[in-house]
């Protein structure tokens, strides 16, 4: 039973437009969420969290929206660089006192020059 | 902040032969590491939970006596893959968990390749 979902396996976006990864969770116990980008042979890195009383969080050129009601996430990601190309993960976790992340799948984005 | 060191990042062993792989908190202290396993184009999955002092909390699935774990201080766990077979080749990951101002963050080593031939 996948809890956290990315159903876009891949995703190609042109350098300058906006890239939107989304995610979506079924645990609505899940409240604090987090982005990470990962290259192949290496770990994750993180990107950036919204906990579930936030509907928005920004850093940059990233942005996570947080939808509760639709357990709708995306990261948002503007404008996009051909570095951004990589694998990218959306993880939740059940409260943020710090337990485990569950991962979703991964989407795999790749930034066209 | 917040770098967790892993060792090795790659390494072959014959079958049957045991491998351990290290995981270092370098700037703080981890009561609380994480083990993940990645298969080719798949996600994360999480093997374990390793704390300071106790037993590891193993997922449904996972072979306790194959992957032993010790997090004998703040700074270290290690997972050691015994009596390695083919089917062990994987991606390991390490993460701890650590304090931040209003929250906690999760940090990742860089992985460990394993190939046992």
């Known amino acids: 039973d996948q809890q956290v979902k990315q159903n876009s396996p891949s995703l190609s976006v042109q350098e300058g437009r906006i890239s939107i990864l989304n995610c979506d969770y079924t645990?609505?116990?899940?409240?604090?969420f987090l982005w990470y980008k990962k290259y192949p042979a290496e770990g994750p890195t993180f990107l950036i969290s919204i906990s579930s009383i936030k509907d928005k969080n920004e850093d940059g050129r990233f942005t996570v929206f947080l939808n509760k009601s639709a357990k709708h996430l995306s990261l948002h990601i503007v404008p996009s660089q051909p570095g951004d190309s990589a694998v990218y993960f959306c993880?939740?976790?059940?409260?943020?006192?710090?337990?485990?992340?569950?991962f979703g799948g991964g989407t795999r984005l790749m930034v066209k020059p | 902040g917040a770098v967790v060191s892993q060792h090795p990042s790659r390494v072959i062993c014959k079958s049957g032969t045991s491998v351990k792989i290290e995981c270092r908190s370098l700037d703080f202290q981890a009561t609380t590491m994480f083990w993940y396993r990645q298969f080719p184009k798949q996600s994360l999955m999480l093997m374990a939970t390793?704390?300071?002092?106790?037993?590891?909390?193993?997922e449904q699935g996972v072979e306790k006596d194959k992957f032993l774990i010790n997090h004998a201080s703040l700074t270290l766990s290690t997972l050691t893959v015994t009596s390695a077979h083919p089917e062990d080749s994987s991606f390991y990951i390490c993460?701890?968990?650590?304090?931040?101002?209003?929250?906690?963050?999760?940090?990742f080593g860089s992985g460990t390749r394993l190939t046992v031939v």
């Open positions: 390793s704390n300071e002092g106790s037993k590891a909390t193993y």
């Open positions: 993880a939740a976790s059940l409260n943020n006192a710090g337990n485990m992340l569950t």
């Open positions: 645990n609505s116990m899940f409240d604090y």
């Open positions: 993460s701890a968990r650590y304090r931040t101002e209003a929250n906690y963050g999760y940090t």
